[in-house]
Nanobody, 120 residues
Framework: VQLVESGGGQVQPGGSLRLSCVIS????????ITWFRQAPGKEREGIYS????????HIRDSVKGRFTLSRDIVNNIAYLLMNNLRSDDTGVYFC??????????????WGQGPQVIVSS
């Protein structure tokens, strides 16, 4: 399983960005898709996770109502649509495929992590 991300960049506060994660290959331990974020000087944390096979979704409070994870099942692409971006959304964003939830140990497959900068 390989994950290739795109869509990072710089945006002004209040703006929007969409990150894409193209997933190649299949594995039994890669059913859930989760976006992680590592802000400058902070540890990486999960912000949005979906496991469609079991119907579970986890969303970090800091992004609720502003970010949406969607999946194009036909083309095997996961998206993270980010609206109303704030300066504290700045960071490196990783998509990961695994068993679901927040623990990073649940994920064996990771994208390369494009950077998002929210600044005026």
């Amino acid at each position: 399983v390989q994950l290739v991300e795109s869509g990072g960049g710089q945006v002004q506060p209040g703006g929007s960005l969409r990150l894409s994660c193209v997933i190649s290959g299949h594995a039994r331990d890669a059913k859930a898709i989760t976006w992680f974020r590592q802000a400058p000087g902070k540890e990486r944390e999960g912000i949005y996770s979906r496991h469609d096979d079991v119907g579970t979704t986890h969303i970090r409070d800091s992004v609720k109502g502003r970010f949406t994870l969607s999946r194009d099942i036909v083309n095997n692409i996961a998206y993270l649509l980010m609206n109303n971006l704030r300066s504290d959304d700045t960071g490196v964003y990783f998509c990961a495929a695994g068993l679901g939830g927040w623990p990073e140990n649940n994920y064996n497959y990771w994208g390369q992590g494009p950077q998002v900068i929210v600044s005026s």
